[in-house]
């Protein structure tokens, strides 16, 4: 089992911005990374705008999808495309042409979800690849991750790439719009980013094996990749 403990969680947004860093210089080319929402990541994006990998990491051939989206406006403090163009996007080093936010200010829910499901699909074409190289993810103390929320229907699709979740678990109460299992799972790696010591049981159940929380269900292509901070594994 791939699990790294940091002291807290500065060292994990540090030490998977630097595994980040060397799978994106392993290859040479197209490199594509869904991001995580929720705060959880946010000292990981801010990291990656700083010394040394602001000067090395490959900016000009990584594309950022995201793995799930409120349902409001861009410009909302909830929106989890504004929280990485805050942190990352604003530093002007991602060309404008590799960021993939999932459209949420002239769409209905289900027209979103359809919409970002025709890019993905377009950007995937016929490859036989992985449709990611890395995707992050975080858990919430339910178990969920992304947006699959226990009991949404989007938990049983099986062949769609993004569903619509219209009543999420958790606030904010808007509708969301989710990668599914489909879609998540294939990536090359994931790795699930987890702090706090408010996710301790939830990690804990999950590391277990025998855990059924929706969370349980992410089988990457690759490898599976757990950083957490010392709140969270004590
Ligand atoms: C979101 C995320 C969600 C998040 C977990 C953990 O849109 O909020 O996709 O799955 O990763 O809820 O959130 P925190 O990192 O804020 O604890």
């Not at 900016?59 to 909302?76: C, L």
């Not at 403090?77 to 530093?91: F, G, H, L, P």
Request: glycine share 6%; hydrophobic share 40%.
């Amino acid at each position: 089992m791939n699990l790294d403990v940091s002291a807290d969680s500065q060292e994990v947004a540090q030490k998977v911005a630097t595994w980040l860093l060397a799978e994106a210089l392993a290859t040479d080319q197209v490199f594509t990374i869904c991001l995580s929402g929720g705060s959880t990541p946010q000292k990981l994006y801010r990291t990656l705008t700083q010394s040394p990998y602001r000067e090395h990491f490959p900016w000009a051939r990584v594309h950022w999808f995201w793995g799930d989206e409120r349902f409001v406006p861009s410009t909302d403090e909830s929106s989890n495309y504004r929280m990485v163009d805050t942190a990352i996007c604003s530093e002007g080093l991602i060309p404008t042409a590799n960021i993939h936010p999932i459209l949420t200010d002239t769409n209905t829910p289900e027209l979103a979800a359809l919409a970002y499901e025709q890019e993905l699909q377009a950007f995937h074409g016929d490859k036989t690849t992985p449709l990611f190289d890395i995707t992050l993810l975080g858990i919430g103390s339910d178990g969920h991750t992304a947006s699959l929320f226990p009991g949404a229907a989007a938990l049983q699709e099986t062949s769609r790439w993004v569903r619509v979740v219209p009543q999420p678990g958790l606030k904010p109460f808007v509708p969301r719009i989710t990668l599914t299992f489909v879609a998540l799972n294939n990536s090359r790696h994931i790795a699930f980013l987890v702090t706090g010591s408010e996710k301790q049981a939830v990690l804990q159940d999950l590391l277990s094996g025998k855990s059924k929380v929706p969370a349980s269900r992410i089988k990457p292509v690759g490898a599976l990749y757990w950083f957490v901070d010392c709140a969270a594994y004590p």
